[in-house]
């Protein structure tokens, strides 16, 4: 067998065959312990210790993502029959068929088994109830033992490992369907690290950028900022967990960026992820707010619980949509609006990491917030020295320019950002290739900024 030390190496199909190698054994060893706990409770013809002389797979030798992470947290055949149950509705749906049983007295599935109906899905799901019968049984000792596997303090709970959904406030704790991450889940059979993206389970979506550090133009105390959040990435743990100075200071690092539209907010986020080697999620916060009592915080929830534990920079925009000026609380909207507000600061003040609100008007965001941010950084307008070096690195030598055209004119009379300046230039190179050649005239530019002004409301004058 291969160095486990060169898994990292493997394909992605590589990967997945040693997952599948590992996951056969896991599957015959839980269907021999399913088998038996019907044979105990049902038949009675099998004693409870009768468990404990199955013989637990050795996955010490195979160099699968399944195996390191039993080998990882040492688990114990308690801890291997929730992990290999929760898996097996994507991986081989089959082997819980057994429990779709009915109890011939009542005429109703046997409430032993727990388990559920999914909309689609034809097989059995399991829930907490079938992990602790098939490892309790009628032992009520036990079972109040084994409840500790779905406590929040639990590794397979709190490294998100697997969760129990509790869709329906009131039930038993253990009705709630036994779920795998989507991201262990990926790991455990393809191999593949899950990247998110947005949908309805997952209001945040992934940005990145194929710019550098060397396309955006920033004011002097903007890049003092953008080096200090730097520092924290690299230094902020070290700092926090090994220094007595850590005591002092509180989780992660809450910065706020405002400025106008196009001003470079975004890209520099981007650009900290890209040069860090960390995930960047953007939140639309006016998108994330909803008027139904709970939703907001609810997709809220959603982003926090699955960014735990995750190198990820979070990145909410539009932060006027939850952080602009309150207004003196006077109906229950009010009240609600303020709980959100609250609800959203305090995920960021318990966040261990990143965390980057932007704002597109400074003046939007009520002044009582602007404590809870160890850093606020002002994206102004470039000047005019800034704006001809953004003139400048826009340009590529793909395209030639008409000799009229003088970027220290324009960077002195056109007030434009770096975003403005990219969408002239995108507006002539359409305009060039519709004329068949690559030369940008005077009278392109001219009419890009034409068109980039009335976006903005504004004169060609200003």
């Known amino acids: 067998m291969e160095n486990t030390a060169n898994k990292n190496n493997y394909s992605s199909e590589i990967k997945s065959q040693y997952n599948s190698l590992s996951l056969e054994k896991e599957l015959d060893w839980f269907q021999k312990i399913l088998l038996l706990r019907g044979k105990i409770t049902f038949e009675e013809s099998s004693q409870e210790e009768e468990l404990s002389r199955i013989e637990l797979p050795d996955l010490n030798n195979d160099p699968s993502d399944y195996a390191n992470l039993v080998k990882k947290y040492d688990m114990g055949p308690e801890e291997r029959v929730v992990l290999i149950l929760s898996l097996i509705p994507h991986i081989r749906p089959s082997i819980l068929d057994i429990l779709n049983l009915k109890n011939q007295n009542f005429d109703i599935p046997f409430t032993e088994f727990g388990g559920m109906k999914a909309e689609r899905h034809k097989g059995f799901l399991p829930t907490g109830e079938t992990a602790i019968f098939l490892l309790a049984g009628t032992d009520l000792d036990k079972r109040f033992s084994l409840m500790r596997l779905f406590d929040k303090d639990h590794f397979l709970v709190k490294e998100k490992i697997i969760y129990l959904d509790r869709a329906v406030p009131g039930e038993p704790i253990l009705s709630g369907s036994l779920q795998l991450s989507k991201e262990y889940l990926f790991l455990l059979t393809t191999g593949e690290v899950y990247k998110p993206d947005f949908d309805m389970d997952f209001p945040a979506k992934r940005i990145t950028t194929q710019q550098d550090w060397e396309d955006v133009v920033l004011s002097a105390p903007v890049n003092e900022g953008i080096s200090e959040i730097k520092n924290w990435l690299r230094f902020g743990k070290e700092l926090k967990n090994n220094f007595k100075f850590g005591k002092k200071i509180k989780n992660g690092f809450k910065v706020l960026f405002t400025g106008p539209p196009g001003t470079g907010k975004t890209l520099t986020a981007s650009l900290l992820g890209k040069s860090c080697a960390m995930d960047v999620y953007r939140v639309d916060l006016s998108m994330v707010v909803s008027k139904y009592i709970g939703e907001t915080e609810k997709n809220l929830s959603k982003v926090f619980d699955m960014a735990e534990n995750k190198n990820w920079i979070l990145f909410f925009d539009e932060a006027d949509a939850l952080f602009g000026k309150r207004s003196q609380t006077t109906d229950s909207h009010d009240r609600y609006a303020n709980q959100e507000v609250s609800y959203l600061l305090q995920r960021i003040e318990d966040f261990d990491g990143l965390v980057i ?79 068949g050649d690559r030369l940008i005239l005077k009278e392109d530019i001219l009419a890009g900024i034409k068109i980039e002004k009335i976006k903005q409301g504004k004169s060609i004058l200003h």
Do not use: M
Not at 405 to 432: Q, R
């Open 357 to 435: 609100l932007c704002s597109n008007f400074k003046n939007n965001i009520d002044e009582a917030f602007f404590r809870r941010f160890q850093l606020v950084l002002d994206f102004e307008i470039p000047d005019h020295r800034q704006r001809f070096v953004l003139w400048k690195n826009a340009i590529t030598d793909e395209f030639q320019y008409d000799h009229p055209i003088d970027l220290e004119e324009l960077s002195e009379k056109f007030e434009l950002t770096g975003a403005g300046i990219i969408n002239v230039l995108h507006f002539c190179t359409l305009k060039a290739l519709e004329r």
